[in-house]
């Protein structure tokens, strides 16, 4: 192809076209210069190869000097495809982060007589090279690919204050509250990212806390359990797997328990979307855009002065959920937590006689613990407030906890005081005798339920025993009642109750025992359930052992009978039962129905040692339910 016949079909004069290829056309309309660029293109005509010193006819050739080529692979991607489109090759060259072997780039470049350069720079000083380009009259897009601010006021930049500020949104969106940042310090965009982050949570109406913003390396138990976060913001792939792997290898689910939102790095494998929500970084985008740019600047049309302004968005949203405390059927347990000493003894000790043991466990345990565990077992969500020690003890409760599928995020660390104990004494049949140290279960204070107010939002069910001190045990009554979730409440280590207290109360569930040490002025069953009912309980049920227990309300007075089980440990039959008790409430099964079902796990629990190791599943229950029911428990009244 000769310059005539590219004059010949531009409908113009070779000397026209001249002009045009070798940069000389200030004064040519700008329609027909993009209609001869378009031709020499098209057809590859390379004008006045045989000229020497030419120094401004077009190579329709663009430089890309970047730092690491290697981080920037999307990038480069969205420059190729831009470059092959518009007719232009490129040459990639790469600085290291070195000045010098920067400059040497620059001149290989500048002696390519590109036509245009997209230059990422090294560090400021790298302003002064640019004159080599202005010397060949090759425009020059500088570009910012790491969030760091452009040396030049017209270069062009990611915005990763937009995909900080994404990333917080989208928790924030989920009705997170508690909205935790992971940032790589040693990342240039490291501060507009946390910037983001923060004006997402201004907008969001939510106050930035030191407490909730870490940088790596991270304490990973603190994040996931002591700073009351409940999704994690991270401004690195590398930060968020390091969450995800250590939350699964304790049990923690994903995003069942704890939400996590992380960044693209443009080089995504197909198994990402499976594992991890991510905020979209346009780089292919940017690449695009910056070359499609120079290439406007070479060829000498208006450039848009808008900026870059892609779509960012969330890729997969496998790895966001709710809140867990913000689920429906959600539980509530606001109790006491103790590493339970088992004792297994031919008889209970006497006073004043020594026993000799045949064995000695140490297990997770108090009633708090257990009915949360007792839950969480049947497959409902639960959350749990109590204290513990930051001992042996609490640190072992804990993991036992989260292995269990239990949200401890309201589990208060008590930094002066033991753990509490409960020294339990096992005979052969079953039978047991228990003395308890509090510990830090005597710590929890009515000003920690305050600040746990938002766990009985959205509560159907809070679970309160009375091993707590009596004012913490009103707050949290009063704070279920505030909240519209209905009480469950186990009368353990009382002497006497206030009126106040039962008249607060859904479902009283005393054993024989406390109901003679409640209501010792009526010796019969039926009458003591009718006091409680007097004095404003609304559903009392009764634990009778190995007899199985009895209901009363307004409307139903009837029995249960207990399945038919060899008991090794009884330790636990009333949590197993609450638990199982409040699931199947909490999921609209009948009162009569749900108090069948938690008949069956409290038996089920005697015939194994220990209370945790006891407790029931859902498919396990289901499955003695039908074969001893059918397609379902008897909901006759007896």
């Given at each position: 192809?000769?310059?005539?016949?590219?004059?010949?079909?531009a409908?113009?004069?070779?000397?026209t076209?001249s002009?045009i290829?070798?940069?000389k056309?200030?004064?040519?309309?700008?329609?027909?210069?993009?209609?001869?660029?378009?031709?020499v293109?098209?057809y590859?005509?390379s004008?006045?190869?045989?000229v020497?010193?030419?120094n401004t006819s077009?190579t329709?050739l663009l430089?890309?000097?970047?730092?690491?080529k290697?981080?920037?692979?999307?990038?480069?991607?969205?420059?190729?495809e831009c470059?092959?489109e518009r007719?232009?090759?490129?040459?990639?060259?790469?600085?290291a982060?070195?000045l010098?072997?920067?400059?040497?780039?620059?001149l290989?470049?500048?002696?390519?007589?590109?036509?245009?350069v997209?230059?990422?720079?090294?560090?400021?000083?790298?302003?002064?090279?640019?004159?080599?380009f202005q010397?060949?009259?090759?425009?020059?897009?500088?570009?910012a690919?790491?969030?760091?601010?452009p040396?030049?006021?017209?270069?062009?930049?990611?915005?990763?204050?937009?995909?900080?500020?994404?990333?917080?949104?989208e928790?924030?969106g989920?009705?997170?509250?508690?909205?935790?940042?992971?940032?790589?310090?040693?990342?240039?965009y490291?501060?507009?990212?946390?910037?983001?982050?923060?004006?997402?949570l201004f907008?969001g109406?939510?106050?930035?806390s030191?407490?909730?913003?870490?940088?790596?390396?991270?304490?990973?138990?603190?994040?996931?359990y002591?700073?009351?976060a409940?999704g994690?913001?991270?401004?690195d792939?590398?930060?968020?797997m390091?969450?995800?792997?250590?939350a699964?290898?304790?049990?923690?689910?994903?995003?069942?328990?704890?939400s996590?939102?992380?960044v693209?790095?443009?080089?995504?494998?197909?198994?990402?979307?499976?594992?991890?929500?991510?905020?979209?970084?346009?780089?292919?985008?940017?690449?695009?855009?910056?070359?499609?740019r120079?290439?406007?600047?070479a060829e000498?049309?208006?450039?848009?002065?808008?900026?870059f302004?892609?779509?960012?968005?969330?890729?997969?949203?496998?790895?966001?959920?709710?809140?867990?405390?913000l689920?429906d059927?959600?539980?509530?347990?606001?109790?006491?937590v103790?590493?339970?000493?088992i004792?297994?003894?031919?008889?209970?000790p006497?006073?004043?006689?020594?026993?000799?043991?045949?064995?000695?466990?140490?297990?997770?345990?108090?009633?708090?613990?257990?009915?949360a565990?007792?839950?969480?077992?049947?497959?409902?969500?639960?959350?749990?407030?109590?204290k513990?020690?930051r001992?042996?003890?609490?640190?072992?409760?804990l993991?036992?906890?989260?292995?269990?599928?239990?949200d401890?995020?309201?589990?208060?660390l008590?930094?002066?005081?033991?753990?509490g104990?409960?020294?339990?004494?096992?005979r052969?049949?079953?039978?047991s005798?228990i003395?308890?140290y509090?510990g830090?279960?005597?710590?929890?204070?009515?000003?920690?339920i305050d600040?746990?107010?938002?766990?009985?939002?959205?509560t159907?069910?809070?679970l309160?025993?009375t091993?707590l001190?009596?004012?913490?045990v009103?707050?949290?009554?009063?704070?279920?009642?505030?909240?519209?979730?209905k009480?469950?409440?186990?009368?353990s280590?009382?002497e006497?109750?206030?009126?106040?207290?039962?008249?607060?109360?859904?479902?009283?569930?005393?054993n024989?025992?406390?109901?003679?040490?409640?209501c010792?002025?009526?010796?019969?069953?039926?009458?003591q359930?009718?006091?409680?009912?007097?004095?404003?309980?609304?559903?009392?049920?009764v634990?009778?052992?190995?007899?199985?227990?009895?209901l009363?309300?307004?409307e139903?007075?009837r029995?249960?009978?207990?399945?038919?089980v060899?008991?090794?440990?009884?330790?636990?039959?009333?949590?197993?039962f609450?638990?199982?008790?409040?699931?199947?409430?909490?999921?609209?099964?009948g009162l009569?129905?749900?108090?069948?079902?938690?008949?069956?796990?409290a038996?089920l629990?005697?015939?194994?040692e220990?209370?945790i190791?006891?407790?029931?599943?859902?498919?396990?229950?289901?499955?003695?339910?039908?074969?001893?029911?059918?397609?379902?428990?008897?909901?006759?009244?007896?």
């Open positions: 192809m000769t310059i005539k016949e590219i004059a010949h079909l409908g113009v004069s070779t000397s076209v002009k290829v070798n940069g056309d200030e004064n040519i309309n700008a329609v027909t210069r993009e209609r001869v660029l378009q031709l293109k098209e590859n005509y004008p006045y190869s045989m020497k010193n030419v077009k329709f430089g890309v000097l970047l730092r690491d290697s981080r920037a692979y999307a990038v480069l991607q969205g420059i190729l470059a092959q007719g232009y090759r490129i040459v990639v060259c790469e600085s982060g070195d010098d072997l920067e400059l040497k780039n620059v290989q470049l500048c002696k390519y007589k590109v036509d245009g997209l230059w990422e720079m090294v560090s400021e000083d790298s302003e002064g090279y640019r004159k080599y010397d060949i009259e090759a425009p020059v897009c500088e570009i690919l790491e969030g760091q601010t040396v030049s006021a017209d270069g062009c930049g990611m915005n990763f204050e937009q995909i900080g500020y994404c990333g917080a949104s928790l924030i989920m009705k997170h509250t508690a909205v935790a940042c992971v940032v790589n310090k040693d990342a240039a490291a501060g507009a990212f946390l910037e983001g982050y923060k004006q997402a907008d109406g939510i106050g930035f030191e407490q909730l913003y870490f940088e790596q390396p991270v304490d990973m138990d603190r994040i996931l002591q700073c009351g409940s994690i913001v991270c401004s792939q590398a930060s968020a390091e969450i995800y792997a250590y699964k290898s304790r049990k923690v689910s994903i995003p069942e328990d704890f996590v939102v992380t693209s790095d443009g080089l995504d494998s197909p198994d990402m979307d499976r594992i991890l929500s991510r905020v979209r970084v346009p780089y292919g985008e940017f690449g695009r855009y910056v070359c499609g120079v290439i406007d600047m000498k049309r208006e450039v848009c002065e808008d900026g302004q892609p779509d960012i968005g969330l890729i997969s949203p496998v790895s966001i959920d709710m809140p867990r405390i689920k059927n959600r539980i509530l347990v606001v109790g006491n103790n590493m339970d000493i004792v297994n003894v031919e008889e209970l006497l006073l004043g006689k020594t026993v000799k043991a045949k064995k000695c466990t140490s297990l997770p345990g108090g009633k708090g613990a257990n009915q565990v007792g839950v969480a077992r049947l497959g409902s969500d639960v959350s749990l407030i109590g513990v020690g001992d042996y003890e609490g640190s072992a409760i993991n036992n906890l989260s292995v269990n599928q239990v401890i995020s309201s589990v208060i008590e930094n002066h005081c033991e753990t104990k409960a020294y339990i004494h096992v052969p049949d079953g039978e005798s003395a308890i509090p830090a279960n005597d710590q929890l204070g009515p000003a920690d600040r746990s107010r938002h766990y009985f939002e959205n159907k069910f809070c309160v025993q091993e001190p009596l004012p913490t009103y707050r949290a009554l009063e704070t279920a009642r505030k909240y519209g979730a009480v469950i409440l186990k009368p280590a009382m006497t109750v206030e009126d106040r207290l039962l008249a607060q109360i859904d479902y009283f569930i005393p024989r025992k406390e109901c003679n040490i409640l010792p002025d009526r010796s019969d069953l039926e009458e359930a009718e006091y409680f009912l007097e004095k404003g309980v609304g559903n009392v049920i634990t009778l052992g190995q007899k199985g227990c009895y009363k309300n307004r139903i007075s029995y249960f009978a207990a399945e038919e060899i008991a090794v440990d009884t330790t636990g039959a009333a949590d197993a609450i638990s199982a008790l409040a699931v199947f409430l909490a999921r609209k099964h009569e129905e749900a108090v069948q079902y938690a008949n069956c796990a038996s629990s005697v015939t194994r220990g209370v190791p006891s407790l029931v599943d859902m498919a396990t229950l289901d499955m003695h339910m039908r074969n001893r029911h059918g397609d379902g428990p008897d909901t006759e009244r007896g």
